[in-house]
């Protein structure tokens, strides 16, 4: 039997946008680095890992030979299992650091195939490289991205893909601390060999592994491209600003009615040239309420409330409505109309909206937005001295903002 050269096993855990760990293994080298984030780790977040952000006694050296010593209280994630701080570092360092550990396994192994347990990390480590410009290299050092949930599909069927229940019944001998990103991707990689050595009966070769030279050939078999299920991008990130500039080359204030070749211009971001786009596009998007109103629903008397809203990216301003059910709230108060609660127009909110092909943008919710530099009244009067002098009657229907 023989394995793929430079199988990379990692790992991630990451706080609300904000990667927090990177863990990975190939073969006996690790990697592993606790980044502090810029905002403190959500407690949901902690409950899991069992990771805080807390006060601690800073160090610092006051030159080269110099012991450390204390400089006050710092920010610094806790490590609340084991009741000590652990040493971190800025998100840059981690990237930086890992990206130069890819690349020496690549220059050994003449390859780099990324292995890890399901297909959410692979978006998030890709935009947090984006974040600092590193992604084309980022996507130039890795060969392949492999999801071992569907490696285990195909090739170990009946066997369970949940991380917990494979160490339990191949791994059992050995201690892991779960949901840590270094000890998460040595389990991966340790349960991948312990299948494979104990699978006797093979029908093929697989992409990372010769089962048989004799019975099937020296080759490996052809990688299948990973589909992400969904990626979710951050609020004037990277990719969409690239959205905004392919919708509007000419950065001037511009409301679109057309949203349908939205799905076809994000699938050109450089990650789908190694995985392919997911089902379900997700981002964030700044606004204003322009109507919170009844309408009558088709063919009965009953009614149903809505909620529609003026969005941007950018300079590129867009139409949504969100249609509220029982559980929907803005500010702690219930949308629906029956509750005596409006949103007055021109309110700033942050829409969470969703892309889906052949659908329209869906509005799954609307939270408090921040203070904008512009009101409603003053982004719809700019986008008519730019030349849209319907826009008014087509954002409102006439009704509810002033003009």
């Not at 394995?3 to 990697?31: H, K, P, S």
């Not at 050092?141 to 893909?161: A, I, R, S």
């Not at 601390?177 to 093979?202: E, M, P």
């Amino acid at each position: 039997m023989e394995y793929r050269a430079g199988l990379l096993f990692y790992d991630l855990e990451w706080t609300g946008n904000e990667m927090l760990q990177i863990g990975a293994v190939c073969m006996g080298e690790r990697f592993e680095r606790t980044i502090l984030t810029k905002l403190d780790i959500h407690p949901k977040v902690t409950a899991s890992i069992l990771l805080q952000t807390r006060l601690g006694p800073g160090q610092t050296r006051l030159g080269p030979g110099h012991p450390l010593q204390g400089s006050g209280l710092t920010r610094q994630v806790y490590d609340c299992r084991r009741e000590i701080f652990l040493p971190s570092c800025q998100l840059l360092d981690a990237l930086q650091q890992f990206l130069a550990w890819i690349k020496a396994i690549k220059a050994i192994s003449g390859q780099v195939t990324l292995v890890s347990h399901g297909s959410v990390d692979i978006p998030v480590l890709y935009q947090s490289f984006a974040l600092h410009n590193m992604e084309a290299e980022f996507l130039e050092t890795c060969t392949h991205f492999v999801n071992f949930q569907n490696y285990l599909k195909e090739h170990f069927v009946g066997v369970p893909v949940g991380l917990p229940d494979l160490v339990k019944l191949f791994c059992s001998d050995v201690s892991y601390r779960l949901h840590c990103a270094g000890d998460d991707a040595r389990a991966t990689q340790d349960v991948f060999f312990k299948l494979h050595s104990k699978k006797i009966v093979w029908d093929s070769n697989t992409e990372l592994v010769v089962t048989d030279k004799i019975k099937f050939g020296p080759q490996f078999a052809h990688v299948k491209r990973v589909r992400l299920n969904f990626i979710t991008y951050d609020q004037g990130g990277k990719e969409m600003r690239f959205l905004s500039s392919k919708i509007n080359p000419q950065l001037t204030p511009k409301l679109v009615d057309n949203m349908g070749d939205w799905l076809s211009i994000l699938s050109t971001l450089p990650l789908f040239e190694k995985v392919d786009p997911p089902p379900c596009h997700m981002f964030e998007a700044c606004g204003w309420v322009t109507r919170h109103h009844l309408v009558e629903c088709d063919g009965d008397e009953m009614t149903k409330t809505i909620v529609e809203l003026l969005c941007c990216l950018g300079k590129v301003y867009f139409k949504v409505k969100l249609y509220p059910d029982s559980k929907s709230t803005f500010m702690k108060r219930k949308l629906l109309l029956n509750t005596g609660f409006t949103i007055p127009s021109g309110t700033p909110v942050t829409a969470r909206l969703q892309l889906k092909a052949g659908q329209e943008i869906r509005v799954m919710y609307i939270k408090e937005g921040v203070d904008r530099e512009k009101s409603l009244e003053e982004v719809l009067a700019k986008l008519v001295d730019c030349g849209d002098h319907q826009v008014l009657d087509a954002i409102t229907d006439g009704q509810g903002v002033k003009s």
